[in-house]
C-alpha cells in the first residue's frame, strides 16, 4: 500500500500531506484520523494526464531536492543552506522511500490498542485543502475546527441529518462537497454512508437501487448523467430517497425540472466554496424551492451583494455575493496579498457575481473573473452558455471572452450529441440573445477540461495557457527547450 505521511516534523507546523494515489478504505480515517492526532491535514493535488502521477505542492516555503535514488548529493552543502533533501523510492516492497515519510501497513502494525486524542482550540488549524483553480492557481485554504464544526451544525441542521439516513458517497473525499458534506457529516450524525469505490453513471444508479439511500449530494455532471441513463432504461430511483442536493458548480433550470419528472426526487441547489467549508446557502427542503437560486443563507451564514465600493446593494442589483460566519476561513496559507484582497470588513468576497430577490434567496450569474466586456458592455458567460445548452444537439457548452485585434470576441467551446453546425447554433443564439451576446466563433471539441468537481476549467481553453504544472528545462546553449 502506498499511503504515506509526509510529516513536516522539523518545522513549526505538525503538517501532514495524505499522499494517496489510489483511493479505498484508509479514506475514511486519514484525514478525520490526522486531525484527532493534533496533526494538519493537507491532501495531496494531482495532476491531470498531461503529466500523470505527478504531485503537486504549493505554498509550501521550503526549499528542497527530489533526486533519483543514485543520484549524488552534496548534503553538507544542502545542510548549509537550510535545503531538504528526499530520494525518489524504487519499486518494490524493500524500495528506498521519500525523507520524513510514514507507510501505513507499518504505522497501522505498531499501533497501540488504545486511542487517545489530542485536545484542540476551536482556531486551531484542521487542514490545508487547494480550490479548484478554475480561472487561476489554486491556492491553499486554512481550515480551523471551528469551520467544519460550524458548517456541520448548519447542513444538519438544513437537512434534518439523523443516524436513520443514507448518504450516498460518490464525490472524492479529497473536495471539501465530499469532505465536509458527506464523510464528516455521516459519522458525526451517526448516518451511514454508501461508498461508490469508482464513479461511472451505471455503477452510481446500481449502488442506489441496491442500497436505498435516503440523501443523494452530487455534481452537476452526475445528475445529468444520470438522467440519461434513468430516461434510456425507462426506470424511477427508490422511494426511499427524500432529497438530492446539487452543488460545486450550476445545474442549468431545464435539467433540474427533468431529473425531477423522470425520478420522481426533489433537487435542492445549493452554493459553497472550500473558503467556507463547504455549503453556506441552500434552497430550504421544506420551503420555497426557486429553480436557478442558489437559495437562502444556512444557519450561521450571512450573505450580502456588494458593489465596486464595497457597498451593499438593494435586492435585484447585481454585484458581488459576500459571505461571513464561523465557516469561513480565515484566509489562503502563505499568500497573505491574496488573503487580503478576499477579505474586506470582516466579509469574504466569494468571486461569484449575482443578485438578491425580495424573498432572500440567492442567484449567481457569473464569475467575477469571467465577465466578457464587449463594445463597453458586461456580457454574461453563464447566459449564453445556458441558451447553447437548450439546443438539443449540445453536451456541454463554456463562453468566454477572446481578444481579436483591438476587440473582445464572444467564442463557444461546445461538445455536441449530435450533428450541428456552427452556423447553425450561432443562428440559435440570435433568437434568444440580444445581438452584442451573440458568439463570434463556435469551437466544438471532443471533451471540455473539467476539474475532479465537474467544474470547466476555462484557464485551459485560452490561447496563451502553459501548464505550470509540468517542469521545463531552461535552454543551455543552440539546443532546444524541452
Not at 133 to 155: C, D
Not at 377 to 383: A, M
Request: aromatic share 6%; net charge neutral.
Amino acid at each position: 500500500m502506498t499511503w504515506k505521511i509526509f510529516s513536516r516534523k522539523k518545522h513549526k507546523e505538525p503538517w501532514r500531506l495524505i499522499f494517496r494515489p489510489h483511493g479505498d478504505m484508509a479514506d475514511i480515517m486519514a484525514l478525520p484520523g490526522a486531525v484527532l492526532e493534533g496533526q494538519i491535514a493537507g491532501r495531496y493535488l494531482l495532476s491531470s494526464t498531461v503529466t500523470p502521477g505527478t504531485v503537486i505542492l504549493q505554498g509550501v516555503s521550503r526549499k528542497g531536492i527530489l533526486a533519483g535514488v543514485d543520484v549524488a548529493i552534496d548534503h553538507e552543502a544542502a545542510t548549509e543552506h537550510d535545503v531538504d533533501v528526499a530520494y525518489q523510492p524504487r519499486s518494490g516492497r524493500a524500495s528506498l522511500r521519500p525523507a520524513e515519510t510514514v507507510n501505513f501497513e507499518e504505522m497501522m502494525l505498531k499501533a497501540g490498542d488504545e486511542f487517545v486524542s489530542v485536545g484542540r482550540n476551536p482556531d486551531d488549524l484542521a487542514c490545508i485543502l487547494y480550490t479548484s483553480g478554475t480561472t487561476g492557481r489554486p491556492k491553499g485554504v486554512k481550515l480551523a475546527i471551528k469551520n467544519f464544526v460550524s458548517e456541520h451544525q448548519s447542513t444538519a441542521k438544513a437537512l434534518d441529518v439523523t443516524r436513520k439516513d443514507k448518504i450516498i458517497g460518490v464525490l472524492p473525499f479529497f473536495h471539501v462537497f465530499g469532505l465536509s458534506n458527506i464523510l464528516h457529516l455521516g459519522l458525526i450524525h451517526g448516518a451511514s454512508i454508501v461508498l461508490v469505490p469508482q464513479y461511472s453513471p451505471g455503477s452510481l444508479l446500481k449502488t442506489i437501487m441496491e442500497n436505498h439511500p435516503t440523501l443523494i449530494m452530487a455534481i452537476p455532471t452526475m445528475f445529468v448523467h444520470l438522467l440519461a441513463v434513468l430516461e434510456r432504461r425507462k426506470v424511477r430511483l427508490p422511494e426511499s430517497i427524500r432529497l438530492c442536493v446539487s452543488g460545486a458548480a450550476p445545474l442549468p433550470k431545464d435539467i433540474i425540472e427533468a431529473f425531477e419528472k423522470c425520478s420522481g426526487c426533489r433537487v435542492l441547489e445549493g452554493y459553497g466554496l472550500t473558503e467556507t467549508a463547504s455549503a453556506c446557502c441552500l434552497n430550504p427542503p421544506h420551503g420555497l424551492c426557486k429553480a436557478g437560486s442558489i437559495g437562502v443563507p444556512l444557519a450561521g451564514f450571512e450573505m450580502k451583494i456588494v458593489g465596486a465600493d464595497g457597498q451593499e446593494l438593494p435586492p435585484g442589483e447585481v454585484g458581488e455575493i459576500a459571505v461571513r460566519g464561523e465557516g469561513v476561513t480565515a484566509g489562503y496559507y502563505n499568500l497573505p496579498e491574496e488573503t487580503n484582497e478576499a477579505f474586506k470588513d470582516g466579509w469574504f468576497l466569494t468571486g461569484d457575481i449575482g443578485y438578491q430577490d425580495r424573498d432572500g434567496y440567492f442567484f449567481i450569474t457569473d464569475r467575477k473573473k469571467e465577465i466578457i466586456i464587449k463594445g463597453g458592455l458586461n456580457i454574461s458567460p453563464r447566459e449564453v452558455e445556458e441558451v447553447l445548452l437548450g439546443h438539443p444537439a449540445v453536451k456541454e457548452a463554456a463562453v468566454m471572452g477572446r481578444k481579436k485585434g483591438e476587440r473582445e470576441e464572444i467564442v463557444a467551446f461546445v461538445t455536441t450529441k449530435g450533428e450541428i453546425s456552427a452556423k447553425a447554433l450561432i443562428s440559435h443564439c440570435r433568437q434568444a440573445l440580444s445581438s452584442f451576446k451573440v458568439p463570434d466563433a463556435i469551437c466544438f471539441m471532443e471533451a471540455l477540461p473539467m476539474s475532479v468537481t465537474g467544474k470547466v476549467l476555462k484557464k485551459e481553453l485560452t490561447d496563451d495557457y502553459r501548464d505550470e504544472r509540468r517542469i521545463r528545462r531552461k535552454e543551455i546553449g543552440p539546443g532546444p527547450v524541452d
